[in-house]
């Protein structure tokens, strides 16, 4: 399993996922949970090759632990109830695309600007 390089559990009806749940997925480069019933998200695996996560279409109200994947280029979290704007996405350096349409956003965080 610690080969495994993507990883789908879309479109299920996930609730809850342990915090070290893909801890040891070193190898993961994209993960695909849209589509299920989040409410909270921390399980982000500690990855350096991880590009792309999905989490858009789930109920999201928050969102954690996205340094451990500093080398995202890929985060879709639209169609959530995020209320405010997650401040760990700002260290994401290597950000390409980021996809928040659809939450209950009230404002956006300034330093958004200093994404590259």
Sequence with gaps: ???LTHLNLAKNKIQVIEDDAFSFLKNLVELDLHQNQLRH??????SKKLDILSLAFNFLESLGNLER?????????H???LQEFPETIIDLKQLKTLKLSNNDLHDI????SLLP
């Design 1 to 3: 399993m610690q080969n």
């Design 41 to 46: 998200f921390d399980s982000v695996p500690q």
């Design 69 to 77: 994947a500093p080398n995202l280029t890929v985060l879709d979290l």
């Design 79 to 81: 169609n959530n109830k």
């Design 109 to 112: 965080n300034p330093r958004i």
